[in-house]
């Protein structure tokens, strides 16, 4: 996961990035801090976001979360929110298929209504008041989850958060485009969006892939809910080294 993170973040840095946000829950919990030491811009994680936004939720009951495997079993959200409130408040479940149904566009399928009960009905159960979805494929499965969970949970989307987290940092760091907020930077996850600004100062964006680019573009068309029509497949070994001299000062070659 390091690995994979660093040649990312390499990548983006070779580009010129302001800030570089680490949309991945997994690749946070396992790779944050050690990406931080590694390049010197900001470098955002969704957890941290996330946990705030869980506690101003909460109305005193227990908190859920759920994400992946990997996510869950790092404990990152469980220890963060730990801090605040007891930890026998803090519940949390793995929920391994919700990526492969949002990645398959299964959104309002059967299907996925049935693994959404089996998956959450111990936090439903539990009468938690607040829910994490600390996975960014998970949003998309946010009205199933919603409709099972009751209109008396608070579901925290762990992307808006962070979007909100950049765009405040940006801002206080004087790096925010003026009069239109936060740019988008880009993520240090398997494919990597950088953001900008044309002649007419609409931002754009740009995305770079290390895997299969018709997937990625039919996938990554549902989360932004318009068309992707150019990804551009890069080698994460040639970026890491162009990222590398860039660190160097000698510049992309």
Known sequence: MRAFARQDAAFLYGQGVKMIVVACNTASAFALEYLQDAFPVPMLGVIEPGIAQALASSRGGPIGV???SGTVRSERYQEGLARAVPRERI????????VP????????????ELVVGEYLAPLRG???D???LGCTHYPLLKGAIGRFMGPRVALVDSAETLA?????ELAAAGLARPGNGAAGAG??????????ADARGAGRLSFYLSDIPWKFAEIGARFLGQPID??????LDEAEHAGRLVRNGKGAE
């Open 101 to 112: 149904l949002a990645e398959e566009g299964m959104i309002d399928h059967p299907a996925t």
């Open 230 to 235: 150019v990804v551009e497949q890069v080698n």
């Open 126 to 128: 539990a009468g938690i």
């Open 164 to 168: 909100e987290a950049a765009a405040r």
């Open 91 to 98: 519940l949390a479940r793995e929920c391994p298929l919700f």
């Open 130 to 132: 607040t829910l994490i």
């Open 66 to 68: 759920i994400g992946t």
């Open 187 to 196: 993520t240090a996850g398997a494919a990597a969006a950088r953001g900008g």
